[in-house]
């Protein structure tokens, strides 16, 4: 059986140095690092993830704001909020939840998001920085997944990394990530034929597809090291990842669990991207 990587211990370490940072940028400069987190509509998924978020950033001294809006309000008000958010020199970082209801364009508001408070890494103008080798902020997800593997003094460098989803929020930037860190990097998706025979090759596997116990103890090989991105509910309500966690793990070198994986780490980046935004202010101030 191969060995859990506690996402709750990584994060726990991160949170710790985030405090650190924290108080020490407050003494030296004066600045505290700000965050606004804007809720649309009542998704109670959504709710609990901001609730956690403003907890978060009670406890390492990040001041928070937080803006919810009823489901019916038009883009445009969105739109005016984000532009005074990002105009707010206590706010460092803004934080759009997703899903967006549908009357609103989801691209056009991201967009919005100045480039300098984006700490989820979405604006293209972070993106095209993150392909360079040049980053500015890394989606959290993604960022999170690295910082993991580097706790357990896991080897990325010339190893074969297979990332199953292609998503611009996780797939891609943790494709880009292990690239940099000098993988030889393999896509797949819905389409990939066949997909059992490139998941097979992988000596770090990243599942980020979505579907519940989608990759199976068949389609890895033995020492695998196994990153499940997924959070689905099963028929009891049950949380489970998209990796048939049970079976893989009697094959994997090193696996993360669902819950306690991957999860615990995207709140920790964001706290950590929020911090580095408000460094960036100080050193321009």
């Known amino acids: 059986m191969g060995d859990l990587i506690d996402g709750k211990e990584v994060s726990q370490h991160i949170r710790g140095e985030v405090t650190t940072e924290v108080d020490k940028l407050k003494k030296e400069t004066g600045i505290t690092p700000g965050l606004a987190a804007v809720l649309v509509g009542e998704n109670p998924a959504s709710e ?28 445009n008000e969105l739109l005016s909020l984000i532009d005074k958010l990002n105009r707010n020199e206590k706010i460092h970082s803004i934080l759009v939840q ?24 979405f604006h293209p103008e972070n993106v095209g920085l993150l392909i360079e080798g040049n980053p500015r902020f890394v989606s ?13 003094n ?37 389409r990939t034929k066949p997909l059992d025979e490139v998941t097979r090759r992988a000596d770090i596997l990243v599942a980020a597809i979505g579907r519940p116990k989608f990759v ?7 020492g695998v090291v196994v990153i499940d991105v997924g959070i689905n509910r099963n028929s009891e309500g ?13 094959k994997a070198s090193y696996i993360t669990p669902v819950p306690g994986g991957v999860g615990p780490m995207t709140i920790s980046m964001l706290l950590w991207n929020t911090l580095e935004s408000a460094k960036m202010r100080a050193t321009k101030s």
């Open 48 to 75: 609990i993830y901001v609730r956690n978020k403003r907890k978060a950033c009670e406890k390492v001294g990040i001041y928070s704001e937080e803006y919810k809006l009823p489901t019916e309000t038009p883009e």
């Open 98 to 121: 997703l899903p967006l209801p549908d009357q609103i364009d989801s691209t056009k508001i991201l967009r919005s998001v100045s480039p300098l408070k984006d700490v989820d890494g």
């Open 140 to 152: 959290c997800t993604p960022n999170g997944i690295i910082k993991m593997l580097d706790f357990y």
């Open 154 to 190: 896991i080897e990325i460098k010339g190893k074969e990394a297979v990332v199953v989803g292609r998503s611009n929020i996780v797939g891609k930037p943790t494709a880009i990530l292990l690239l940099h860190r000098h993988a030889t990097v393999t896509i797949c998706h819905s």
């Open 216 to 222: 199976t103890a068949d389609m890895v090989k033995e």
């Open 238 to 250: 049950k949380l489970i990842g998209d990796v048939d966690f049970e079976n893989v793990k009697e």
